[in-house]
């Protein structure tokens, strides 16, 4: 592409871009490349963290990936996955709007967005895996550091915790640890309150990524 830099914010990352991504492939590629780029430089890949921790838990867990991109997991592990995103050339990997998957309701142990909560409609993909999450089953989200900074524009990751947590979940482990990216993880209650109120959720700031 030369000089030139397209900008790719998965704040805007929703049924309009399904709609322009499914006409023009190529425009899913290029954002990949720029969240790829990206990566690239940082000392760990949070779906390397999500990977180890899938290795510890049992092989018969059927996983659910949100946003699969290269589907690294479902290439990674001995469980069942279920590679979701947006577009895909790939057979493996199911082409489809995150917010209504094919996937039964209660048919999954372990439900993954890494890096992938895209759009301003992102509750409509959590709300989903809590649909496909089995009781007890696993929520893990990692997403980019910055988004979570009060301080810069970002999202109070306690009340993204809380919210979740009045979705219908459980909140076990919040990591800091990593420089560039932060990994919450939470487990589906057993009981769900069918009259819940309704969600305050934060908004997430805006991820750019830049191709040049």
Not at 1 to 15: D, P, T, V
Not at 72 to 95: G, H
Not at 109 to 130: I, K, W
Not at 169 to 194: A, G
Request: charged share 25%.
């Amino acid at each position: 592409m030369g000089k030139e830099i397209a900008l790719f914010s998965r704040e805007n990352l929703g049924k309009e871009a399904l709609n322009y991504f499914r006409e023009d492939s190529s425009l899913f590629n290029l954002y990949h490349a720029g969240y790829k780029t990206q990566m690239s430089n940082w000392p760990e890949q949070p779906v390397n963290v999500i990977i180890k921790w899938l290795k510890k838990q049992s092989p018969s867990f059927i996983v659910a990936d949100f946003g699969c991109g290269e589907a690294r997991i479902a290439k990674s592990v001995k469980n069942t996955v279920f590679s979701l995103d947006l577009v895909s050339s790939d057979p493996d990997v199911i082409a489809c709007d995150m917010a209504n998957t094919p996937l039964g309701s209660a048919s999954a142990d372990v439900a993954v967005f890494c890096l992938s909560l895209m759009g301003t409609n992102y509750q409509t993909y959590l709300e989903e895996a809590c649909r496909v999450l089995k009781p007890g089953g696993w929520l893990l989200i990692a997403e980019v550091k910055s988004r979570f900074d009060p301080n810069t524009g970002g999202a109070d990751p306690e009340k993204f915790s809380n919210a979740i947590s009045e979705l219908g979940f459980n909140s076990v482990k919040r990591d800091f640890s990593n420089k560039m990216f932060i990994l919450f993880y939470f487990t589906k209650k057993e009981k769900q309150n069918s009259k819940r109120k309704e969600i305050e959720w934060p908004s997430l700031k805006p991820c750019l990524y830049k191709r040049r």
